[in-house]
């Protein structure tokens, strides 16, 4: 029963070229993530959105563009992809502060992840 | 900025041995919550466990355990009766109580089970 999904597991792009990553989740979380995940530097949060419309800079927004039109949906975007942005993108997902099913914790629930190689 | 990290890049245990995996973190803050997120190969990562700063008791979750030393801000993973499926990438992770969104990772640990 997957609950994150992003839509492309695995992508080859060119240098320049426009990509688009897709992440949809179905459990009505107003809270949506993305990360990249680069070997011994773990996860790094790109962006997030708490809501459709708002988005904020994580600790690496250089280079992406995130779009959240619906609450299901949040879209990476590397507008002129380059080769020090292969690597692997997760999404991920939250509810907020202030709901019932809000755990305190935070817990996130990730999506399986899309690899992403730039030639 | 908090700084989580993970000593250890790789463990190898021995199936329905223990294994223990460490994390240490920094932060000035009183208040926050501490993870460990499995990630097998090519799946989602979920969580294994969390522990709540503000909770003395270590958290437990089957064979799942942590050692949490506030004082020493170390927050380790021990899995007791290690199995084929615990094979994968640990991250330990920290957020404080006052920040929602913002979830700091380790570096991650690899676990491998030898048969």
């Known amino acids: 029963d997957v609950k994150v999904t992003q839509s492309s597991r695995y992508l080859v792009k060119r240098t320049g070229e426009k990509v688009f990553l897709e992440c949809v989740q179905d459990m009505d979380h107003e809270n949506m993530f993305w990360y990249r995940q680069d070997p011994g530097l773990g996860l790094r949060l790109i962006y997030f959105?708490?809501?459709?419309?708002?988005?904020e800079k994580g600790d690496i927004p250089e280079g992406y563009s995130v779009s959240r039109e619906k609450k299901e949906r949040f879209s990476l975007i590397l507008e002129s992809a380059s080769t020090n942005q292969t690597s692997m993108y997760l999404c991920?997902?939250?509810?907020?502060?202030?709901?019932?099913?809000?755990?305190?914790?935070?817990?996130?629930?990730f999506g399986a992840g899309s690899r992403l190689t730039v030639l | 900025a908090q700084t989580v990290t993970q000593s250890q890049p790789e463990m190898s245990v021995q199936e329905a041995e223990t294994v223990t995996l460490s994390c240490t973190y920094d932060?000035?803050?009183?208040?926050?919550?501490l993870f460990w997120y499995k990630q097998p190969p090519s799946r989602q990562m979920i969580l294994v466990i969390r522990q709540e700063a503000y909770k003395q008791q270590n958290a437990t979750e089957n064979r799942f355990s942590v050692n949490f030393q506030k004082a020493a801000k170390s927050f380790s993973l021990k899995i007791s009766d290690s199995q084929l499926g615990d094979a994968a990438m640990y991250f330990c992770a920290y957020r404080s109580a006052d920040n929602d969104y913002k979830l700091s990772f380790g570096a991650g640990t690899t676990v491998t089970v030898r048969a």
């Open positions: 959105s708490y809501d459709v419309k708002m988005k």
């Open positions: 932060t000035s803050e009183s208040d926050y919550y």
């Open positions: 991920a997902s939250s509810y907020p502060k202030g709901t019932v099913l809000y755990s305190g914790a935070n817990v996130l629930t």
